[in-house]
């Protein structure tokens, strides 16, 4: 599996997943369809947050694996060029670094795909689309929420910044994260976005299958 396919996709967060089974909830979202896993990585410096580390990413490899399914680790961590061998290493398919975490961008997105995996620069609501562009990534994830926490509001402005990334980069996925849910997700597929992170929206419900499955026709066709 590729984030860099043409078809929506729809990228269940893991950080609003129950930890106790987080197994059973991931089965339950590759169960109904779910393609790709998204794993939030926080340092305590680059956003307040400690979350995850490449040991959950090595715990969800099996489970994917049985599914064909894609591990899309988001870090949100200072300097990510440092981490980037030990996720590989644990089974991500995918790995985004901040364009505002690091002065060495184009060596950060060279030694991710060095490492096999498909290279991603994710913006704050506050970076503009253009210092994307000068990176080429494979992919872009736009923030459409300020990183750190789930179930926040989405961010009605990052539909510019969604539709100003597709102008530039018309050949580039483009991934959305955060405030996503079915009634979201249409309007930031009508400004060019193909990747939907949704947290909260799918884990937070009392039955995340059929949240996946609401997001999922609400940008279909
Ligand atoms: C936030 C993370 C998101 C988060 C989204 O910093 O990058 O992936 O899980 O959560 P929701 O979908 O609840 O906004
Ligand atoms: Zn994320």
Known sequence: MSLLRPERQIAPSILSADFARLGDQVADVLEAGARVIHVDVMDGHFVPPITMGPIVVE???????????????????????????????AGADSITCHVEATPHLDYALNAIRDHGCEAGLALNPGTPAEAAAQAQPDYVLCMTVNPGWGGQSFIPRSL??????????????????????????????????????????????????????????????
Do not use: N, W
């Open 160 to 221: 510019q910044t969604i539709e100003r990334l597709h102008t530039l980069m018309p050949q580039v996925p483009i991934e959305v994260d955060g405030g996503i849910d079915e009634h979201t997700a249409p309007d930031c597929a009508r400004a060019g976005a193909g990747v939907f992170v949704a947290g909260s929206a799918i884990f937070g419900s009392d039955d995340p299958a059929a949240a996946y499955g609401r997001i999922a026709s609400s940008i279909s066709g």
């Open 59 to 89: 715990a969800l490899k099996g489970l994917a694996t049985d599914s064909d399914a894609h591990l899309d680790v988001h870090l949100m961590v200072e300097r990510p060029e440092r981490h980037i061998a030990a996720f590989a290493k």
